[in-house]
Nanobody, 116 residues
C-alpha cells in the first residue's frame, strides 16, 4: 500500500503562484511514476503533469511553460510549482502514484482556487 498526502492548495489571485506537495509513504518501492491530475466542477479528471522515476516529465498543453513538476527522492515527495495561475486552473488537484502493474494510488485532493 502507498499513502499520499497532498498539501499547498488555496486561494490565489490570477497571475499568482502556488506550490503543491505530495508526500508518499508505505510501499514506495512499488512506484514507478508520480503525477498531478485535476478535476474542475462538471469536468472529467485530467492529467496536469507527471514524472517518472528516471526523471522524465510531461505536461498538459494547458500548463506548459507555467507549471513545473519535480521530485525530492530523499523526502519521497513530488512538487507542482504553479505560476501565472489563471481562473481556468481552478480545480481539485490530485496526486497519483503509478506502479508497473498499472495500479494507481490517489491522494485525497487539494483545492486550488484562482480568483480575484
Amino acid at each position: 500500500q502507498v499513502q499520499l498526502v497532498e498539501a499547498g492548495g488555496g486561494l490565489v489571485q490570477p497571475g499568482g503562484s502556488l506550490r503543491l506537495s505530495c508526500a508518499a509513504s508505505g510501499s514506495i518501492f512499488s512506484i514507478n511514476s508520480m503525477g498531478w491530475y485535476r478535476q474542475a466542477p462538471g469536468k472529467e479528471r485530467e492529467l496536469v503533469a507527471q514524472i517518472t522515476n528516471g526523471g522524465s516529465t510531461n505536461y498538459a498543453d494547458a500548463v506548459k511553460g507555467r507549471f513545473t513538476i519535480s521530485r525530492d527522492n530523499a523526502k519521497n515527495t513530488v512538487y507542482l510549482q504553479m505560476n501565472t495561475l489563471k481562473p481556468e486552473d481552478t480545480a481539485v488537484y490530485y496526486c497519483r502514484a503509478g506502479t508497473p502493474s498499472g495500479y494507481n494510488y490517489w491522494g485525497q485532493g487539494t483545492q486550488v482556487t484562482v480568483s480575484s
